[in-house]
């Protein structure tokens, strides 16, 4: 799993063009895992309470195939609904002018819908093979210790295959700052992001401005998204161009005046347009 795990949290930088627009898979994290888990536990919570769900109990046993189905079928509708949330294409447009410059919006907000569906089937796919993984390693494990009972009982692999996921993405984030590091010297915290969808939109307007970043962090925000905000990523660049990359993003995603900023260059363009 740590391997597919590393294909997907580096496919958004794989032979990509320099002003090219991706979302960070997975787009919905790993969260419709856990609200799948949620979800089908909510019986034995239930019965737990002495109510009479019994047979509904037995009818959803962990490790079971049929749990199994449930499960990706609560992580396909869970990864649609939350790739849209996460990656909403009116913030994401809005972002994108902030930091790139006035652009046709209706046209960006339905070019970034139609990245957001893809991502989220993507993101559904990953999600879905984490829990097969788990699913598969159980069983291996009771077949060779002959403790079958044990998936029945709902215990399992889970929890270390999430946490086999976590330790890739905290090996690339040290991989890629070491590297970072390496190629340019001492680095600086210039700007703490939360939003993923704004993290290589704003390492893109910085490179244009010839100063070299790094978001530190990024592969495992990617994994917690919405549901982790304290692990921000922080965009890293090199301490003598600390100053101007602050002040260029403040003076870019600064509410009010972001936005000002972007109608007036958009007057400015119909004006020249009536030129």
């Known amino acids: 799993m740590a391997g597919v795990t590393w294909w997907v949290l580096g496919e958004h930088a794989r032979k990509r063009e320099p002003d090219e627009i991706r979302l960070r898979l997975p787009s919905t994290g790993l969260v419709p895992l856990e609200l799948a888990a949620t979800v089908l536990m909510l019986p034995a919570t239930l019965w737990s309470l002495d109510l009479d769900v019994g047979p509904l109990v037995n009818l959803i046993i962990p490790g079971t195939q049929r ?3 449930c499960q ?14 996460f990656n909403h294409p009116r913030r994401h447009a809005l972002v994108l002018e902030q930091l790139g410059g006035a652009m046709d919006r209706p046209a960006l907000e339905r070019a970034l819908a139609a990245l957001g569906r893809a991502a989220a089937v993507r993101s559904a796919g990953y999600v879905a093979a984490v829990a097969l993984a788990s699913l598969v390693g159980t069983r291996i494990v009771s077949g060779l210790l002959g403790h079958t009972v044990m998936v029945q009982r709902g215990a399992g692999l889970g ?12 090996i ?3 991989a890629g700052e070491w590297r970072a590091r390496r190629a340019h010297g001492a680095l600086a915290a210039a700007w703490p992001e939360h939003r993923v969808y704004a993290i290589d939109p704003t390492l893109q307007m910085l490179a244009a401005a ?3 970043s790094h978001a530190r962090g990024a592969h495992m925000r990617a994994l917690l998204q919405f ?9 890293l660049v090199p301490e003598a ?7 260029l993003i403040e003076s870019r995603l600064l509410p009010g005046d972001a936005e000002a900023r972007v109608g007036a260059e958009a007057a400015a363009g119909d004006d020249g347009d009536a030129r």
């Open 67 to 69: 749990y199994f189905l």
């Open 72 to 85: 990706v079928l609560l992580i396909v509708a869970g990864s649609l609904l939350l790739s849209h949330w």
């Open 159 to 170: 929890t270390e295959v999430l946490r086999g996921v976590v330790v890739t993405a905290a």
């Open 172 to 174: 690339m984030d040290f």
């Open 210 to 212: 010839k100063i070299p």
């Open 227 to 235: 549901f982790g905000p304290w692990v921000p990523v922080e965009i």
């Open 241 to 247: 161009q600390a100053a101007e990359a602050r002040a």
